[in-house]
C-alpha cells in the first residue's frame, strides 16, 4: 500500500466518523436523536470551539504549559527508563535483588500518586512532571531491558573473538539491539506523558489543557470537553510524529519490511 493511500484511508475513516457523529446528533431517527447533544456535542460545535480558541489566543497559554510539562517527563522518564534498563540488563544481580520492588512500584494506581505529588511539589509544573515519569519510566525500562537481555549469545561471542571490549560491545551489539525495542516504548511514552500532564492539572492546577477540559466539564460545556480532546489528540500526534522522524535517522541501518522478505 503507498503512503498517499495509506494516508487517504485514514483521512476517510475520519470523515466518516465525524460525519455519522454530526449525523445521529443532529437528525431524529425514527423520532429520536441517537446522540443527544447535551450529552454528546457534534463536530460543528466543537470545531468552532477550537477556533474560538486559537482565534482568540486563549489556548496558547494552555497549550505551552501542557507542552512544557509533558517533554519534561517524557525526557526525564525515557531517559531514566534507559539508564536503568542497561544497568539492569547488565547486572543481573542488581536487577534480581530489586525485581519484587520494581514491580510493586509499577503496580500503583498512577492517580492515587497525583494527590502525593502535588503535597509534594505543590500545584505547578512538577507535581505533573512527576505524574507523567512514573508513567513513562516504567514503560521505557521494560523494553529496553528485555532488549538488551534480547542479545544473541552468538553475536556477543562473535563480538568478543573479534576482540571487542565492554565499551565496543555496548555501542555496537547491545546498543543497536535496545533501539528497536526502546523507540516502540518512546511512541507509547509520547501519549503517556501527556496523559500524566493532563490528568494532574485536571486534578488541581490554574492553567493547561487538563484545566481548560477541567472548567468545560464543571459547567456542562460537553463541546468544550470534546474540542480540548481534539486538540490534545493533534498534540500527540505532532510529538509522535517527532519521535518517528528521530527513529528513522538512528535506524538508518535497519532493513525494510521489503528487504527483509
Known amino acids: 500500500m503507498s503512503r498517499i493511500t495509506l494516508l487517504a484511508l485514514q483521512v476517510l475513516v475520519a470523515v466518516v466518523t465525524l460525519a455519522l457523529w454530526q449525523l445521529f446528533s443532529t437528525v431524529p431517527v425514527f423520532g429520536k436523536v441517537l446522540l443527544p447533544p447535551f450529552f454528546f456535542s457534534n463536530p460543528v460545535d466543537v470545531f468552532s470551539q477550537i477556533v474560538k480558541w486559537f482565534s482568540s489566543g486563549v489556548i496558547w497559554k494552555h497549550l505551552a504549559i501542557t507542552l512544557w510539562e509533558s517533554i519534561l517527563a517524557f525526557v526525564i522518564g525515557s531517559g531514566s527508563g534507559i539508564l536503568v534498563g542497561f544497568w539492569f540488563a547488565r547486572q543481573p544481580r542488581v536487577a534480581a535483588v530489586f525485581d519484587p520492588y520494581v514491580k510493586m512500584v509499577n503496580a500503583l494506581p498512577r492517580v492515587v500518586l497525583a494527590p502525593i505529588f502535588a503535597l509534594w511539589f505543590g500545584l505547578g509544573v512538577w507535581s505533573k512532571v512527576a505524574l507523567g515519569v512514573t508513567l513513562v519510566f516504567f514503560i521505557v525500562f521494560f523494553n529496553v531491558y528485555q532488549g538488551v537481555k534480547e542479545v544473541p549469545t552468538t553475536v556477543l561471542d562473535n563480538g568478543r573473538m573479534l576482540g571487542m571490549n565492554e565499551q565496543q560491545l555496548m555501542r ?90
Do not use: C, N
Open 172 to 261: 555496537h551489539v547491545y546498543w543497536p539491539s535496545a533501539l528497536s525495542w526502546m523507540f516502540s516504548s518512546l511512541h507509547t511514552s509520547v501519549g503517556f506523558a501527556v496523559v500524566g500532564a493532563v490528568v494532574g492539572e485536571y486534578l488541581g492546577s490554574a492553567a493547561g489543557l487538563g484545566y481548560l477540559i477541567q472548567q468545560a466539564e464543571g459547567v456542562f460545556d460537553v463541546a468544550g470537553v470534546f474540542a480540548g480532546m481534539f486538540v490534545l489528540s493533534a498534540f500527540v500526534i505532532l510529538i509522535d510524529m517527532a519521535v518517528t522522524a528521530v527513529e528513522k535517522r538512528l535506524l538508518v541501518w535497519r532493513p525494510t519490511a521489503v528487504a527483509r522478505d
